[in-house]
């Protein structure tokens, strides 16, 4: 069985480095690099990177779609590319040479016609012996949030597992959706119940709350550097975080879910899946800019969990 995930807003992300950002200077930049962005197309990277199979299904318009198609292309990264009206956007990163800090601009999106929202649902739904449906990222300008709805009912429909790693209203949206995993961080877990969390109790008592409301059969809550924790399927468990220097902070969310997604598919249990999901966002962490997990170091990293 196959994976595939969904993207509503892919971006090309452009990475460069100056030595010091200063407002009103011209900043001279080295040479940029470009990766294929956006939660889901990263989860798809991520999951061929490490020898599973994952088409990435989004939606592509203008130079900087057809720019995303070329890179992942190149990676062999399997694609099915819908075709829009808007250009898809960009999103820039600025590595700054002393102290190291990071700054990232993220640019809106084009919106998408109800016809490409439908166009794209119909082209994920028409892919054969999909086990697997991850919709990650953030909703596009003017999209309903309840699209993840009418992807839940669709998974429902077809007994496929949903994975959704979103945020905001997005996210919000989620409560009801059907899902079978969502991987909120900590701070979005507040939100959602409202009320602050300050203690390990309490934190597992807001993804029981979660599991409750039906957001989804396992709620894995992203602690940062301190691992994360799940709750669902009768586990109630939490993996710690490996410790490793921090390269780039870009797509670990990403990598922990692309890992925890082909585990599931390739018939791992969850606490196996969790501890693979912490070793490919540590992982990613290693690498630097925009690049993602390299599978070699996340199986190293997933080894040591087990020793």
């Given at each position: 069985?196959a994976?595939?995930?969904?993207t509503?807003?892919?971006?090309?992300?452009?990475?460069?480095?100056?030595?010091?950002?200063?407002?009103?200077?011209?900043?001279?930049?080295?040479?940029p690099r470009?990766?294929?962005?956006?939660?889901?197309?990263n989860?798809?990277r991520?999951?061929?990177?490490?020898?599973?199979?994952?088409?990435?299904?989004f939606?592509?318009?203008?130079?900087?779609?057809?720019?995303?198609?070329?890179?992942?292309?190149?990676?062999?990264?399997?694609?099915?590319?819908?075709?829009?009206?808007?250009t898809?956007?960009?999103?820039?990163?600025?590595?700054?040479?002393?102290p190291?800090?990071?700054?990232r601009?993220?640019?809106p999106?084009?919106?998408?016609?109800?016809?490409?929202?439908?166009?794209?649902?119909?082209?994920?739904?028409?892919?054969?012996?999909?086990?697997?449906?991850?919709?990650?990222?953030?909703?596009?300008?003017?999209?309903?949030?309840?699209?993840?709805k009418?992807?839940?009912?669709?998974?429902r429909?077809?007994?496929?597992?949903?994975?959704?790693d979103?945020s905001?209203?997005?996210?919000?949206?989620?409560?009801?959706?059907?899902?079978?995993l969502?991987?909120?961080?900590?701070r979005?877990?507040?939100?959602?119940v409202?009320?602050?969390?300050?203690s390990?109790?309490?934190?597992?008592?807001?993804?029981?709350?979660?599991?409750?409301?039906?957001f989804?059969?396992?709620?894995?809550?992203?602690?940062?550097?301190?691992?994360?924790?799940?709750?669902?399927?009768?586990?109630?468990l939490?993996?710690?975080?490996?410790?490793?220097?921090?390269?780039g902070?870009?797509?670990?969310?990403?990598s922990?879910?692309?890992?925890?997604?082909?585990?599931s598919?390739?018939?791992?249990?969850i606490?196996d899946?969790?501890?693979?999901?912490?070793a490919?966002?540590?992982?990613?962490?290693?690498?630097?800019?925009t690049?993602?997990?390299?599978?070699?170091?996340?199986?190293r990293?997933?080894a040591a969990?087990?020793?």
């Amino acid at each position: 069985m196959a994976i595939a995930t969904l993207t509503l807003n892919p971006a090309l992300d452009v990475t460069t480095c100056t030595e010091k950002v200063r407002p009103q200077h011209k900043l001279r930049c080295t040479a940029p690099r470009f990766d294929p962005g956006g939660g889901g197309i990263n989860v798809a990277r991520v999951i061929t990177h490490l020898g599973g199979k994952a088409t990435a299904v989004f939606p592509s318009g203008g130079p900087v779609g057809a720019v995303i198609v070329k890179l992942l292309e190149d990676e062999k990264v399997p694609i099915l590319a819908v075709p829009i009206a808007g250009t898809t956007r960009e999103s820039f990163t600025v590595d700054e040479g002393r102290p190291g800090d990071q700054y990232r601009f993220v640019l809106p999106g084009p919106e998408l016609r109800e016809d490409e929202q439908a166009a794209l649902l119909d082209a994920l739904f028409g892919l054969a012996d999909v086990s697997h449906i991850v919709v990650s990222g953030s909703l596009p300008p003017g999209c309903d949030p309840a699209i993840l709805k009418r992807i839940g009912a669709r998974c429902r429909e077809a007994g496929v597992k949903l994975v959704i790693d979103t945020s905001g209203p997005a996210l919000a949206a989620c409560e009801g959706a059907g899902a079978w995993l969502i991987k909120p961080s900590l701070r979005e877990v507040a939100d959602l119940v409202g009320r602050d969390i300050a203690s390990e109790d309490d934190e597992m008592a807001a993804a029981r709350t979660l599991q409750a409301r039906g957001f989804a059969e396992l709620v894995v809550i992203s602690l940062a550097e301190r691992g994360a924790l799940l709750v669902g399927a009768g586990k109630e468990l939490r993996v710690p975080a490996i410790p490793v220097e921090a390269k780039g902070t870009v797509g670990a969310g990403d990598s922990m879910v692309a890992a925890i997604t082909l585990a599931s598919a390739e018939g791992k249990g969850i606490e196996d899946a969790l501890r693979y999901g912490i070793a490919a966002g540590a992982a990613t962490l290693m690498t630097p800019a925009t690049e993602l997990a390299r599978k070699e170091d996340v199986e190293r990293l997933y080894a040591a969990t087990a020793s």
